[in-house]
């Protein structure tokens, strides 16, 4: 393997603005030798070192491939533009992390593909690693490029670049993949994808199924190109959260991280079923970790890094079986070490209104309150288990527990949204900042964030149309309107962005020529509001004649095939369709 250690040194470390997010330094790094292993893999992360380094699926899957015997895991990043612009200047491959071999040397490479808005970096990392952007470009000498995490729910976007996509659960899916190709080095490329579409579970290999269109231009089917693939993918779940062990020893990045704490995944699936949320409807069942395995894996990991923070982490943290006997003893042991406890993601009900009684030792800076609609009308619509009532009561509890700030989740573009609806966005802020009064006389301040509803893949709203962005600029500028000089802060997504999220996940395969002529216009980190440009998307489309609106703004009929109806879910198409129907019944559509 090639081994680029003194070029990195000397052409790119002293000419880049943040030279410590690549010298691949961390705490408790465990990446094997890659010159003596069987199989060498890389886990690339298609975002910059600070998001990817805190991503809790991508440690998992690296500690995991660590403990293989004879496989050699690295890392690797997406570099910032003045990173990029050096490494082309100079000639220099992306890069291991730690190995510091060039990526396109490796066996594996596997991305993370966790958001929409990352897809142009994957053509960014590929490019710098020397890899060809397209599967059907690659030859023997390349690396099977592998796809996972939300995106390989809605593969086809991204076909063409990927070689394979895992739906589901990665831990052992990914495991077997890894012997399969050590098993046969020296094979061909092909029979490699042959073996891992027909021997690995959940594994979905573009180049061996090939779209159809309707006369129209809609999609009408995926269909295998051989007999001896199978017709569907069924995404994988693990039975038992506990054969994803807790990371005892997790990455402590030089440079500051956005998340600089221990993680814990304390259940995996979510038990609500709210109709927008494509997380909740694929990562089921269900499955919670045992409360003395999280409080023994708590212990390693903060001696291994020196954290002060531990984070509970899973869809709804507040729906873990047992949350208060988790709470007492982690607060038992942890106040002591001035060791605090962060829930991402409480739920505003019974739970939330006794819980900051449990224990001082939660982190009360800010509660977040994710209330999706204003009127309980609308939050009936897509089946939001919450009420006004348990809002209001459970952030009065939290004023006297002592959290200061609230923040409130909202989205806009619902079915059946009225104006209404949207007026009592800011209605509901407005009464959760009074509730503060009956604590200390005061009104409290509330950041309300508004997101736009893309109708999301695998869920009962996938067969509707996004709203047109005029519907959303005249919901921000409403709401604005609204908010001056009152308690109430609104922050909104980018309207574009989130268009953009709606191709990119509804899309087909014919989606990935707007995504190469974007990247080659110089979209870069379109996730990051200081180099996104929506002009690179605009023109990207323009040149490839596709027409954003067909697959963002076009309701799809519920007895045709979809671009992603060959990655079979727990939630069956059949529940999937008598939620829709219900979702309309009482949206009175």
């Excluded at 962060?342 to 739970?351: A, F, G, K, T, Y």
């Excluded at 009127?375 to 009420?387: D, E, G, M, Y």
């Excluded at 703004?553 to 060959?566: E, I």
């Amino acid at each position: 393997m090639r081994n680029l250690r003194d070029d990195i040194s000397r052409l790119l470390l002293p000419r880049v603005r943040q030279p410590s997010q690549y010298v691949g330094l961390e705490v408790n790094a465990c990446c094997g030798d890659v010159s003596a292993a069987d199989v060498t893999v890389v886990m690339a992360f298609p975002d910059m070192y600070s998001i990817g380094i805190s991503h809790l699926g991508s440690q998992l899957l690296y500690h995991a491939l660590n403990r293989m015997e004879g496989v050699a895991c690295d890392r690797t990043y997406c570099p910032a533009p003045d990173a990029e612009e050096v490494m082309r200047a100079s000639g220099l491959s992306l890069f291991g992390w730690e190995s510091r071999c060039a990526i396109g040397d490796f066996d594996i490479v596997g991305f993370s593909l966790s958001y929409e808005m990352c897809a142009t970096n994957v053509l960014t990392m590929l490019d710098l690693a020397g890899i060809p952007i397209r599967a059907e470009g690659r030859s023997e000498e390349h690396p099977i490029v592998v796809g996972g995490d939300a995106m390989a729910d809605t593969p086809e976007p991204m076909a063409p670049f990927i070689d394979i996509f895992i739906a589901g659960d990665g831990e052992e899916p990914l495991m077997q993949l890894v012997k399969l190709v050590g098993g046969m080095k020296g094979g061909s490329r092909e029979a490699i994808l042959l073996a891992a579409a027909q021997q690995v579970p959940g594994a979905y290999v573009p180049r061996f199924y090939g779209p159809r269109y309707d006369e129209a231009g809609g999609f009408a089917e995926l269909a295998p190109l051989r007999d001896d693939v199978p017709r569907a993918i069924q995404r994988v779940h693990l039975p038992k959260l506990t054969e994803s062990p807790v990371i005892e020893a997790p990455l402590v990045p030089l440079t500051e991280g956005i998340h600089e704490r221990v993680m814990v995944e304390v259940m995996r699936g979510c038990p609500n079923s709210c109709r927008f949320c494509q997380a909740g409807c694929v990562r089921l069942p269900v499955r919670s970790r045992p409360v003395e395995e999280i409080v023994a894996g708590v212990r390693k990991a903060l001696a291994a890094t020196g954290y002060r923070e531990v984070s509970l982490l899973s869809l709804s943290t507040s729906d873990y079986p047992h949350l208060d006997e988790l709470i007492d003893r982690l607060s038992a042991e942890l106040t002591p070490q001035h060791v605090s406890i962060s829930l991402p993601s409480l739920r505003v009900d019974s739970q939330l209104r006794h819980l900051p009684g449990l224990t001082s030792t939660v982190r009360k800076a800010g509660l977040t309150i994710a209330a999706e609609a204003g009127s309980q009308r609308l939050r009936s619509v897509i089946n939001k288990q919450i009420t006004e009532e348990d809002m209001i009561t459970g952030v009065r509890a939290a004023y006297q527990a002592g959290w200061s700030r609230v923040k409130v989740y909202f989205m806009a573009g619902l079915p059946g949204e009225t104006e209404e609806d949207i007026d009592s966005i800011f209605d509901l802020c407005m009464r959760l900042a009074r509730a503060r009064r009956e604590v200390d006389g005061h009104v409290g301040s509330i950041s309300a964030s508004v997101s736009w509803a893309v109708p999301k893949p695998h869920t009962p709203m996938q067969w509707l149309g996004m709203r047109e962005a005029d519907y959303f600029w005249a919901v921000r500028g409403r709401l604005r309107e609204m908010a001056q000089r009152s308690p109430v802060n609104f922050k909104f997504h980018y309207i574009e962005r989130s268009l953009l999220e709606a191709v990119l996940c509804r899309g087909d395969r014919r989606v990935a020529d707007v995504i190469e002529a974007t990247w080659r216009n110089g979209a870069r980190l379109d996730s990051w509001d200081e180099h996104f440009d929506y002009n690179n998307w605009l023109a990207g489309f323009k040149q490839t004649g596709i027409d954003a609106a067909f697959y963002a703004h076009r309701p799809l009929a519920t007895d045709a095939a979809l671009p992603w109806s060959h990655i079979k879910c727990y939630r069956s198409e059949e529940f999937l369709l008598r939620e829709f129907y219900e979702m309309v019944r009482v949206a009175g559509g």
